[in-house]
């Protein structure tokens, strides 16, 4: 219990320290299509963020914000669909206030 308590603790803290390099960044359900977008494509720029970073209600406006900045620098945009999954998931495991 108290593991899991660092755990997340440790999620929480790296958020606050985005966007500076930390590669340290657990993502939850790793193995899961979400977990690997955000991996694939939040990644290039800064560390893959936690999705405790940002509510539920937030984080529509960072991802359409993160897709504006691949386009700025021309790299490959996320699908609907892939932009879809890494939304879903980002909201899955959301900050929860
Ligand atoms: C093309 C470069 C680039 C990519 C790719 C990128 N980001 Fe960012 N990100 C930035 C920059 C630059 C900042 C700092 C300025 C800002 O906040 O817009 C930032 C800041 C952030 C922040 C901290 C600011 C905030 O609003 O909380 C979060 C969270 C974030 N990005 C999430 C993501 C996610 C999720 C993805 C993948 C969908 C992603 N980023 C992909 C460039 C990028």
């Known amino acids: 219990m108290a593991r899991f308590?660092?755990?997340?603790?440790?999620?929480?803290?790296?958020?606050?320290?985005?966007?500076?390099?930390?590669?340290r960044?657990?993502?939850?359900?790793?193995?899961?299509?979400g977990a690997q977008m955000v991996k694939k494509f939040c990644s290039d720029c800064h560390a893959p963020p936690s999705p405790l970073a940002h509510t539920a209600k937030e984080w529509?406006?960072?991802?359409?914000?993160?897709q504006e900045r691949r386009r700025m620098k021309a790299y490959e945009l996320m699908s609907e669909h892939e932009l879809g999954v890494t939304l879903k998931y980002l909201q899955q495991f959301a900050k929860s206030v």
Do not use: D, W, Y
């Open 5 to 23: 308590g660092f755990f997340v603790l440790a999620l929480f803290l790296s958020a606050c320290e985005l966007p500076q390099e930390n590669t």
């Open 25 to 33: 960044v657990k993502l939850p359900e790793p193995e899961s299509e």
């Open 60 to 66: 529509p406006n960072v991802i359409h914000r993160m």
